[in-house]
């Protein structure tokens, strides 16, 4: 299942490349994928590459032996529509989604590299061939088409590795860091050599992004693996520099110059990569130090959980409640979620995060049954965590190590996670019910997925998003809606709960209308942990079904 989820992303990331044109091939060699721009690049329209034979687009000698999930670098020739061949370079990769099976080949035209503009060991373009390709982007730019990046990166160590390994295990960790970082970045403009150890990436980002910070660090990533070659492993130490076009340089040398400046900023740092623009670099220094203090924060015990009661509709009765996190920092006190949680998503601190909630929630799960009390606690799931490849080990040692029963844990995961990612998500939530745990849909009527799709995903509970509860029962349109989800729901066999209730009125009128349960500040706010047991205690229920 690991590896036929990493194909699948790889082949996301391969079919959303802008710059590269993106073919599928099946096993008879008959095209059943083709993207605009590999359409583009032939000369055809997508419909009429569909159904083609594959060797009448590209030819190769390079190509001897059988595919494989090991993407493989040649150089070929295309033929367009019109009889014309272009030179390309190739990456050919088997990518496998259970019985279904592609040869993927991502194209990029060599727009007429020649060998004074080819670097003779990597391949790659050269400096000459570099300058002259940003020197037309910045053309383009001046023309209102969009800034764009200019990244150097430098592979430090290896002049050391040089003199114990010899200059011929060099020159293949060099070979090896073009091909990693063709692999890494598919969608670049442009991978280049300029020198040494010095490469160079144009990325169509030139506003300084999470994105562009986020290719920098998978950049840098890709390099830090060690390099075996000829018996000898060298690990080096990959260092960035960027600039942005046209606010660092409105030259070819003068934004070079301010990649460099940044870049050498970044060797004196402890950070691997640098922006030149002051602005960038502070909003990028700050995501990192939040970065580090979430780190430690997991490591002092600033992290602590708020839980918000689930109220059953018929009985008033607390039935569980749903964990949420919060984070209390020494110095900058109350952090908000939003402030947090979306860069510890996007990093992938979100799993150490994520893990500690699960416990923490179970640990709470434990003390309420065993006081007599029959209780869930809903726990949030994100993307990062459902695509860890070790999810459900996790979840299944969790709930063993915390001595709490499957059914007393229920995952919750938003409809845009759930539509974003269909067949993972699908065939995840089906081993997660199989453990005995309990999942439900979030925010429901936000996202935009079809009933037909959902009535098939295996969730326990759907759950109306606050924005249509917030007007019920006097607002039609709203009041329409929610009528509409609750059908949904009963008919597919889903317990509904209604979020965001603030009156007794809005929970009579879903009770009438067959919501199950419901949670909101009519209830309670969210308690912390710590209070939680005693709020319990005093708790009385509200007699919502019943009129005063």
């Given amino acids: 299942m690991e590896k036929t989820q990493s194909g699948v992303a790889r082949f996301r990331t391969l079919t959303e490349s802008a710059h590269a044109g993106v073919l599928g091939s099946d096993d008879e060699g008959s095209v059943r994928y083709c993207s605009a721009r590999a359409a583009s690049l032939f000369g055809y329209s997508d419909d009429d590459v569909i159904g083609a034979k594959i060797a009448d687009l590209i030819a190769t000698d390079g190509l001897t032996e059988p595919a494989t999930d090991t993407p493989r670098d040649l150089?070929?020739?295309?033929?367009?529509?019109?009889g014309s061949t272009f030179p390309?370079?190739?990456?050919?990769?088997s990518v496998k989604a259970g019985a279904t099976g592609l040869l993927i080949w991502v194209v990029r035209e060599r727009s007429g590299v020649d060998v004074d503009l080819e670097d003779p060991l990597t391949l790659l373009p050269n400096r000459r061939f570099c300058v002259q390709r940003v020197r037309e982007r910045l053309e383009h730019t001046s023309l209102n088409q969009g800034g764009f990046a200019l990244l150097v990166?430098?592979?430090?160590?290896?002049?050391?590795?040089?003199?114990?390994?010899?200059r011929a295990a060099?020159?293949?960790?060099?070979?090896e860091t073009a091909s990693r970082l063709r692999h890494s970045v598919p969608s670049a403009d442009l991978i280049g050599r300029l020198d040494g150890a010095e490469f160079c990436v144009v990325a169509a980002d030139g506003s300084g992004s999470p994105e562009l910070e986020s290719l920098a660090r998978t950049l840098a990533e890709s390099l830090s693996f060690p390099f075996e070659t000829g018996g000898e492993s060298f690990v080096g130490t990959p260092k960035i520099g960027i600039s942005l076009a046209p606010i660092d340089g409105s030259t070819a040398d003068a934004l070079f110059q301010s990649a460099l400046t940044a870049l050498d900023r970044a060797k004196h740092d402890v950070a691997s990569t640098c922006f030149h623009s002051e602005e960038v670099s502070g909003r990028l220094n700050r995501r990192r130090e939040l970065q580090e203090a979430i780190r430690a924060g997991l490591d002092t015990d600033q992290f602590s959980l708020d839980f918000l009661p689930v109220v059953d509709l018929a009985t008033g009765g607390v039935i569980g409640a749903e964990a949420l996190l919060?984070?209390?920092?020494?110095?900058?006190?109350q952090i908000a979620p939003l402030d947090f949680i979306p860069l510890a998503e996007e990093t992938g601190l979100m799993l150490p995060?994520?893990?500690?909630?699960?416990?923490?929630?179970?640990?709470?799960?434990?003390?309420?049954?065993?006081?007599?009390?029959t209780m869930r606690v809903s726990v949030n799931v994100t993307s990062r965590q459902l695509n860890s490849p070790a999810f459900i080990r996790q979840l299944t040692a969790?709930?063993?190590?915390?001595?709490?029963?499957?059914?007393?844990?229920e995952l919750e995961m938003t409809e845009s996670i759930v539509m974003a990612q269909a067949a993972t998500v699908q065939m995840i939530?089906?081993?997660?019910?199989?453990?005995?745990?309990?999942?439900?849909l979030d925010d429901f009527g936000t996202g935009y997925s079809s009933m037909a799709y959902l009535k098939s995903i295996p969730v326990d509970v759907i759950k109306i998003d606050r924005s249509f509860v917030d007007g019920i029962p006097h607002d039609n349109a709203d009041s329409s809606i929610v009528r509409a989800i609750v059908a949904f729901a009963l008919c597919t066999g889903r317990e509904v709960r209604a979020e965001g209730v603030t009156s007794l009125e809005q929970a009579r009128w879903l009770h009438a209308e067959g919501c199950d349960a419901a949670q909101g500040f009519f209830f309670s706010k969210p308690i912390p942990a710590s209070e939680f047991d005693a709020w319990l205690a005093a708790y009385e229920a509200e007699a919502v079904v019943e009129e005063p």
Avoid: M
Wanted: proline share 2%; with cysteine.
């Fill in 153 to 166: 990166i430098a592979l430090g160590g290896i002049d050391d590795f040089n003199r114990r390994a010899g």
């Fill in 326 to 333: 919060r984070w209390r920092h020494p110095e900058r006190g």
């Fill in 170 to 175: 060099g020159d293949a960790v060099l070979v």
């Fill in 75 to 82: 150089k070929a020739v295309g033929q367009r529509a019109d």
């Fill in 429 to 440: 939530l089906s081993e997660v019910r199989a453990a005995g745990v309990r999942t439900a």
């Fill in 353 to 373: 995060l994520g893990t500690w909630v699960l416990r923490e929630a179970l640990r709470c799960a434990k003390r309420w049954n065993a006081s007599g009390r």
């Fill in 88 to 93: 390309i370079d190739l990456t050919v990769v």
């Fill in 398 to 409: 969790a709930i063993s190590a915390s001595g709490c029963r499957p059914e007393w844990l």
